[in-house]
């Protein structure tokens, strides 16, 4: 079923830790015939296929699939995003990368979302739902900022409720409710006649960032330009990070397009620094072992002031590597909830 261009009908959801049940319930309430095309975020990890489309396939009666690469969007099918891959649409079609992560995610719904405000402008409708951190946000604002919809669900409602209260902290969103009021608006407006923008290209901005995600390729589509160097370097790669601000918004993206907001970086700043802190207790006992060995192979060889020499060593090391372990064991020293 083609899509009418006087109806906002590109409806692009969001959602992380607990959206498996919430999609199914959304899902269950929407329209069996309802005239759009979805698409659908969930973060999900790398390592195993998704089965995502087939879960939420069992609660509608819409058409359900996992995203396929140069697929048309069409009214009536909900499109799923696969494990590894972010889910684009460009050009009315969807597109999968395996670009640099964003948020820490891939897929990342701050993409997808991104990507659609940019091709469709105010014929998208957003909905973020419950999870963690605040994916979800910047590409919220892109939306509202193109002219379209901006739906979230009630954070009371939200089994993690960091997401929707992000969204609505950051974005002038239009309806916050529980899911099943977010069904019906969802439904009601996608009937709705509006007058469409006379353009929809997309900013500047929003398709330099989704030239990035589909390509990896930051430097060459103007990575430095999207707003100035900041103080901080990327915990995936190490590169320097440009500051991007949009409205409230202060996010951060590297010279190889890896995407970061702030919660989202001070939480790979947390896990680079544990990454570290467990390397330097790893080397240290390594290290404590070796002169051990070394203090019994000199023992055994008659060499009593070499073996002493090794012993005060380890034991010196010992000593010093017990501080370090009371850090990496510290719940209080990263200082910050990373789910919240």
Known sequence: MELRLDRRNIVVIGTSAGGVQTLRDLFGLLPHDLP???LVVQHTPPYAPSKLHEIIARTTGLHVSPAVDGSALQAGTVHVAVADRHLMVENGV???TRGPKESRARPSVDVLFRSAAAWFGDRVIGAVLT??????TAGLWAIKDRG??????EP????????????????DVDFVGPVAALAGKIAASVSEEYEPAATIGGKWRMERENQISASGKGIENGVMDLGPVSKYTCPDCHGVLVQINEGSIVRFR????HAFSMKTLIAGVNAAIDIGLWDTLRAVEERIMLLRHMAATAEGTGNLEE??????QADEAERRLNPIRELVLDPDFFGHDPNS
Not at 148 to 153: K, M, T
Not at 254 to 257: A, I, R, S
């Open 36 to 38: 759009a095309a979805v």
């Open 94 to 96: 969807i597109r999968l």
């Open 131 to 136: 999870g963690a951190l605040d994916d979800g």
């Open 148 to 153: 379209g919809l901006a739906f979230v669900q």
């Open 156 to 171: 009371a409602e939200a089994d993690f409720s960091s997401m929707p209260e992000s969204a609505i902290q950051h974005v």
């Open 254 to 257: 590297c010279h190889t397009g």
């Open 307 to 312: 073996a002493g020499r090794c012993r005060t």
